[in-house]
């Protein structure tokens, strides 16, 4: 390492150069970096659940849905501005680009249908062709409506206050900003002192979510001011900012030159962690500049000190830089694209670090000119130190406490909280703890219209379960059409009365009706055909009778595939743990389909014909929440092994690895808790705070027990050595702990809730960690007296030096 430090000093306009000639090929690729957010790499898309929605999407509507509220004040729905308005809302959706014609449903469009049945025989009707002008005209469409219950309840609220207007949009053709725009047109245009208008649906969340990431910038520069302040107050001077403030920015180049010439964008939902990343640059840099003011304040030229702390600090500093690395790359366990593009990017950003923090800081110290405006700062800097402070008095107390009693007390307290934690993480729920969109707040427009639309007529949240027959007319089948059936009755029995399901829909749905109506409204003909000809007979009816589209959502042209949709009340982790498991369990143990039976088609085939799950909003969050539920262990379990092999190998000790590992897997397990208290659930935003969390938290200790080791080779008292320690090393920690806490706390102003509560987690796991260097670390070496430190004593010291 002596070697190689004099290399670096001697020959530094060599070094500099090749790290500035990398630094301009980055910039480049920096200058052609997209800044989007795709949100399809929000899915998970090697997932049973996201292939069946991407065949079928485009087949019966995907996760591109829009859903339309308005709501009268006063009255109801029936009156004549009101209903103007719904028709109104209904057309302007047909001119937005790439929406589905065919799927524009209200009771404003022709394609909303009613049967009346006659002396003439069937006739199909739409439910209202104009806009009724007189009372009888209102009345009679008041009674067209309440007959219909592909109307009454899906489409027109049970209280009449409410009606429901729905579209699809093609997934390759919408453009989410001009669709954003003008639904904000309509709205407005639409919404007067009596209707209310309420807009939930991708489009308009993704809108949302674009309009609200670009006040990521104001964030970005506050932190950052912050961050100087904060680095100023701890140096006092100018050099102690301006450095961790260049290699910072240098490391940005170089990481998002990286992201670009991968092919990635930068997706600003994640901006947290290449900013932590950067973050995490800064702070090596503060070590190095630390240990540099303290070699130069002992008579050393500034060269001489450039090179002393790239001997001493390079391998600590590389080992720290390898497990935040690790913790970083093991967020990639879970196959979701969003999570592994960040992954990559920012562990080979970590990796950066170890040139731009562990060489150019020195570098750049080294040019620093040996004037009096130096000495002047270095005078100041030991006057200040003269003057003792709060925290210059408070960690030599600390560790005098420790080696005494304190020890015994900090062990038992961790282990009351490992008890504590471990009894209410339980309460953690993989999922959404809240209804409403997990990337904004839950007072945002978005989410009150969503929560009115879920509250009021709860059509906002559909599983798909589909039925995929391996030739055409295989739903054209009277099994097929009584499983459909009885599947419909097994989840109302099941889960209706739960309040997480309202109702299903399916191309069976209408059959009962239409037996009911033929009888002339007769109740005791209101059930599903007994015959399988009558079944077939009523789909053939419904299929021929309808217009192009009127059925789209629920079979295909070729009667090969069907849609049975089941509207949850909300898609929160509980939620979609419970409606998933009751359709498990029917297509486990009641269902016959997919178990080696064939079925006769309509056209006299055999066919064989199977479940498939799943789509639409819970089916998508289902296999985003199987992921992170599966990948969560894992996650942890391989980044704390990580951590104890790095330390171990490092110290050569099972005990060190032991010591580090312990308070991380304490401070987790912690987190856990309070996301449990505070009913923050795991998802997509929450899921990567363990493994980063651990990490770049073991830093403190290995810095920790670094500086420990060389204590004790300057005396044989291990509690001499530690409350040196606590003194020397503990308000380094101290510092750049409240750095990096207060750089991600002030993502808690975000209005998108996803990096608020990502920078949040981070921010409490980080500061849990600070704790456990201070307290649980010291109190375990002075408690155990491991090998590796007491074995170290003066001989040693003098060996080496």
């Not at 060599?14 to 790290?19: M, P, S």
């Not at 929406?99 to 049945?117: N, P, Q, Y």
Request: hydrophobic share 45%; with cysteine; glycine share 8%.
């Amino acid at each position: 390492m002596e070697r190689f430090a004099e290399f670096c000093i001697k020959r530094r306009n060599f070094v500099l150069g090749i790290i500035l000639l990398i630094t301009l090929v980055f910039g480049y690729g920096v200058a052609r970096l997209k800044v989007e957010t795709v949100f399809d790499d929000l899915l998970p898309q090697g997932h049973e659940y996201i292939r069946i929605h991407n065949k079928f999407r485009r087949l019966f509507g995907g996760a591109n849905h829009i859903t339309i509220l308005v709501q009268v004040k006063k009255g109801d729905i029936f009156n004549k501005t009101t209903l103007e308005k719904i028709r109104y809302i209904s057309n302007e959706l047909y001119k937005i680009p790439g929406v589905d014609r065919f799927k524009v449903l209200s009771i404003g469009v022709t394609k909303m249908k009613r049967i009346v049945i006659d002396a003439q025989g069937f006739r199909v009707q739409p439910v209202m062709k104009d806009i009724p002008q007189t009372e009888e005209e209102m009345k009679a469409l008041r009674l067209s409506v309440y007959g219909n219950e592909m109307c009454y309840g899906p489409f027109v609220s049970f209280d009449s206050k409410k009606a429901m207007i729905t579209a699809d949009f093609f997934d390759e053709e919408i453009d989410y900003k001009v669709a954003f725009k003008e639904l904000q047109r309509i709205r407005k245009e639409a919404e007067d002192e009596n209707n209310l208008v309420c807009i939930a649906g991708e489009p308009m969340h993704y809108g949302y979510v674009r309009e609200s990431v670009q006040r990521v910038n104001l964030i970005l520069i506050g932190t950052v001011l912050i961050i100087l302040g904060i680095l100023y107050l701890y140096f006092r001077s100018k050099r102690g900012v301006i450095v961790p403030l260049v290699t910072a920015a240098v490391s940005g180049v170089w990481g998002l030159g990286f992201m670009s010439f991968m092919g990635y964008n930068l997706d600003p939902l994640v901006l947290v962690l290449p900013f932590l990343i950067s973050l995490m640059t800064a702070r090596h840099s503060m070590q190095l500049c630390a240990r540099f003011l303290e070699e130069y304040s002992r008579g050393k030229s500034t060269e001489a000190s450039s090179q002393i702390i790239i001997s001493s600090m390079f391998i600590p500093g590389l080992t720290s830089i390898i497990t935040d690395c690790l913790g970083i790359a093991l967020v990639a366990v879970a196959p979701i694209p969003i999570l592994q593009k960040i992954a990559v990017s920012c562990a080979f950003w970590s990796i950066a670090t170890t040139v731009l923090a562990l060489i150019l800081t020195p570098l750049i110290l080294s040019y620093i000119p040996e004037s009096k405006r130096l000495a002047s700062e270095l005078v100041a800097i030991e006057e200040k130190k003269k003057k003792l402070s709060l925290m210059d008095r408070w960690l030599p107390s600390l560790g005098s406490w420790i080696v005494g009693k304190g020890k015994y007390i900090v062990v038992a307290i961790s282990i009351l909280i490992t008890i504590w934690g471990g009894v209410y993480s339980k309460r953690l729920l993989v999922g959404d703890m809240l209804p409403g969109s997990n990337l904004l707040w839950p007072f945002h427009r978005y989410n009150i219209d969503g929560f009115r639309i879920s509250f009021a007529m709860p059509v906002l949240c559909p599983l798909y379960v589909l039925i995929e027959g391996d030739k055409n007319d295989a739903i054209n089948s009277g099994p097929v059409l009584r499983e459909i059936y009885q599947f419909q009755r097994f989840v109302r029995n099941a889960l209706i009365g739960t309040g997480r399901v309202m109702f299903t829909q399916s191309i069976v749905s209408v059959f009962p009706g239409a037996q009911y109506m033929v009888k002339e409204g007769n109740p005791n003909w209101y059930f599903f055909p007994i015959t399988n000809k009558e079944a077939q007979y009523n789909l053939n009816r419904v299929a021929y009778g309808a217009e192009p589209g009127d059925i789209d959502r629920y079979i295909d042209a070729d009667s090969q595939f069907t849609n049975i949709v089941i509207f949850c009340r909300d898609k929160t982790g509980e939620t979609i743990r419970l409606v998933m498991e009751k359709v498990k369990e029917f297509i486990n143990t009641q269902s016959h389909l997919g178990k080696n039976v064939t079925v006769t088609t309509g056209l006299d085939q055999q066919a064989h014909v199977i479940y498939r799950l799943a789509g639409g909003a819970i089916g998508v969050q289902a296999a985003v929440n199987e992921v992170i539920n599966d990948s969560q262990i894992w996650n942890l379990v391989l980044a704390l092994g990580g951590v104890f092999l790095c330390v171990m190998i490092q110290y050569r000790s099972i005990a060190a690895g032991l010591i580090l590992t312990v308070p991380l897997a304490i401070s987790n397990l912690v987190c856990f808790a309070l996301m449990g208290i505070y009913q923050i659930g795991l998802t997509v935003s929450t899921y990567p705070v363990s493994s980063i969390g651990v990490g770049l938290g073991v830093d403190y200790g290995i810095y920790f027990l670094s500086r420990l080791v060389e204590e004790k080779r300057l005396t044989d008292d291990l509690n001499e050595a530690i409350i040196n320690t606590l003194k020397s090393n503990g308000k380094s920690i101290v510092a750049i702990a409240t750095t990096l806490t207060i750089g991600l706390i002030f993502w808690l102003f975000s209005t998108l809730r996803f990096q608020a509560w990502m920078g949040a987690l981070l921010a409490v796991l980080l500061f849990l960690n600070m704790l456990g260097a201070l307290f649980l670390v010291p109190s375990l070496i002075a408690f155990f007296k491991p090998g590796f430190v007491t074995k170290v004593n003066k001989s040693e010291a003098r060996a080496s030096r």
